[in-house]
């Protein structure tokens, strides 16, 4: 099964809000600005004092692998990796949950799936209207 | 400006074998690379005064001093970002010399990265502190775990926007397994590959990287010896100048994991080496007799090729299949058959065959070869004679 996500005192807020079902990034308190992946001083302000900010959860394959050799760890079977260019203009590493190939260009909407240790990660479905 | 007699030389070269199984530590293969290369140079490693390797290294400072005999070390550095950096060393070694503060430089790199641990394979027991890890944190869950799974991601809109092919991929293959072919020090020499093998060859990671798009995994060490050009006159070799040694790290940009900014199309990182290159170096990238480029997977080659201005954005394929690449071409690429015909020593040993072409000592030596280019993604150098 997928393996639980590394925790860390700066990243903990993202993980701990996919538990709740929420999809978030970090929010820079006095300048607003969002940052992906999380740091412990926003870059544009310096400040420290942090927040977060639920995403739109939409966004658009930028690009995707599929690790064969060897086969992703922890998996049943090597997934879909996609890069997603979200909405709110941050990009971020995830999977697309499909049988078929993905391609760049595609909508995909966010979504939860659970990991070896009752843990959860955001994962992508296609956008279908 | 400096004198003419304070410019950095690379006057000496060493290496062990290239293997999958040195059956020694990597302790003792960077003490071997580390005497071969103070034996090619006529110094006593007793004179070593500073030296630098990779953060990645596994051989402490201290030990290469025990081993040695290195009587006093007065300045060190440990450098990020992996094989992308292996031409940042000749940055170091160059300020390290000019600035007077070195006489004589040790650059080296050691690993049995294939019989004592695989680099190319996850590792699922990282440190949640881990430095630099957004590669594994924000990756590793998700399964892409491995460098060509990274690498591969970080490429896709590249190939994607300007229809580069598998096949295209496999003639860049093909073109350092020919070099390789021909140098007896290379693992694959006397297997050459076509581009039906390319395409017969596994799926590394899909929809980019088949088996024969990769670097091998190595055992093996090599190291550099640089000083002053008024030193360099009393070694035993001919001393190849450092004309120049350039490095850009960019905001939010990650170390193989690299997703994060910018479009993924141009390597703007690249781009500014290549015009600090030019203009300390008085000769682009472009215009040196050899390119000795950095080729942990085939995308990089063409990456690189943009990137530090050998063609225009876009090109880079057509610049290939030109045959620019050959090495009576245009650009002769890295005639001992690179990192994926001769062996992945982290990409030092693309450097030490520039080394060599300009010495007019190597197994595919380029005729008439006065100036080179090593590059590595982050970080370029031009020697010469
Ligand atoms: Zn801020």
Sequence with gaps: MRPDPIKRIDTAFFWDACEQGKFVVQKCEPCNTLWHPPRPMCPKCHSVEKTHQKLSGKGVIM??????????????????VILVELNEGLRIVSNLISDSVPVIGEIVEV??????????????????? | ??????????????????????????QQLAAEAILAACND????PASIDGMTTFSLDNSDEVDV??????????YTTRLPQGGAASVSTIVHAKNAVESGICDTFLIFRAMNERSQYRFGQPHHSMSPDAHSSTFMEWCFPFGAQTPASWEALSCGPYLHKYGVTSEDLGRIAVTFRKAASTNPNAWFYEKPITIEDHQNSRWIVEPTLRLLDCCQESDGGVAIIITRADKAKDCKQT???????????????????????????????????????????????????????????TPQVLRQLEGFK????????????????????KTPLSPNGGLMGEGYIHGMNN????????????????????TAMLASGVAGAIIGV
Aim: charged share 25%.
């Design chain 1, 63 to 80: 690009s995707w692998v599929r690790q064969v050799r060897p086969a992703s760890y922890g998996f049943e079977n090597s997934p879909f």
């Design chain 2, 41 to 44: 140079a006529g110094i006593d």
């Design chain 2, 1 to 26: 400006m400096i004198s003419s007699f304070q410019k950095a030389c690379i006057v000496g070269i060493g290496q062990t074998e290239f293997s999958k199984a040195s059956g020694r530590s990597e």
């Design chain 2, 65 to 74: 001093m025990r081993s040695l005999g290195c009587e006093e070390i007065k």
């Design chain 1, 111 to 129: 979504d939860f799936e659970k990991t070896v240790g009752g843990k959860s990660v955001p994962i992508f479905k296609r956008v279908v209207d």
């Design chain 2, 239 to 297: 001393p190849v100048q450092i004309l120049g040694a350039e490095y850009s790290m960019l905001f939010n940009h990650e170390i193989i994991s690299d997703f994060y900014q910018g479009d993924l199309i141009r390597t703007e990182n690249s781009e500014i080496v290549a015009d600090r290159l030019a203009a300390a170096a008085g000769i682009a990238p472009k215009d040196t007799d050899v390119a000795m480029i950095y080729d942990n997977f």
């Design chain 2, 310 to 329: 050998y063609c225009g954005i876009g090109e880079a394929n057509d610049y290939i299949k030109d045959g620019n690449l050959e090495l009576d071409g």
């Design chain 2, 351 to 370: 450097i030490t065959e520039g080394v060599r072409q300009m010495r007019g000592t190597a197994a595919n030596q380029i005729r008439n070869a006065k």
